[in-house]
């Protein structure tokens, strides 16, 4: 059962709400991606001829909104378990041609997120960040690895480490996690993260 409870998950300034724990991570998915403006629980009303011939409205789970100049299309979405759309996914068929329908004509893509999509590298990563978005330190070495980015572009993390860190390598570490949890520079979060992670300033390759 994919509906065991339900919340409200703070992201983009909002809280959204989740009728599972399944659509929860899915929010959660998406919280360091700097690109995302919002994130809107069931979005849409899409009136749907079923397979019994009978009309039902069907509201998709999630609408995710990205910054113009990002040029992703918006993201009209439903979440399921695989063991579930795999099960019913001849009678779920008709209301997801008539999403896609709508959001083609909305210039936004209809995708449906299981779990092997939403339960990923990203979402592991994301988890492992959290413990180090709420810590403090000198806001002296957050400006000068900020600097270099800038001016680098981009750089792997043992770079970063060895140039700002040197003798304090523990702290460094902590200190550049942090910095990619608080949204401060990015990485590409859908591999692993270790000292080989290339980091960025947030506006680099947008």
């Known amino acids: 059962m994919t509906r065991s409870f339900s919340g409200v998950f703070p992201i983009c300034g909002q809280g959204v709400t989740y009728e599972s724990g399944l659509e929860r991570d899915f929010i959660r998915s998406w919280l360091l991606d700097p690109d995302v403006v919002a994130v809107v629980a069931q979005p849409a009303q899409i009136p749907f001829t079923a397979r019994n011939g009978r009309n039902y409205i069907y509201p998709p789970d999630f609408f995710v909104h990205f910054n113009e100049r990002s ?69 002296v070495f957050t400006e000068a690895v900020r600097k270099t980015l800038s001016l680098m572009r981009a750089a792997p993390f043992h770079h970063l480490l060895a140039l700002h860190f040197t003798g304090n390598e523990g702290i460094g570490r902590s200190h550049l996690w942090h910095l990619i949890a608080a949204g401060q520079v990015t990485a590409d979060l859908d591999h692993e993260l270790d000292e080989h992670t290339i980091l960025r300033a947030c506006d680099e390759g947008r």
């Open 71 to 139: 040029g992703r299309k918006p993201l009209l979405v439903e979440v399921k378990m695989r063991e579930q759309w795999e099960l019913n996914w001849r009678e779920w068929s008709y209301k997801w041609k008539a999403a896609r329908r709508y959001a083609r004509e909305q210039g936004w893509e209809f995708r449906i997120y299981d779990e092997s999509r939403i339960r990923g590298p990203r979402l592991q990563n994301i988890d492992f960040l959290q413990r180090y978005r709420n810590l403090s330190f000198d806001p």
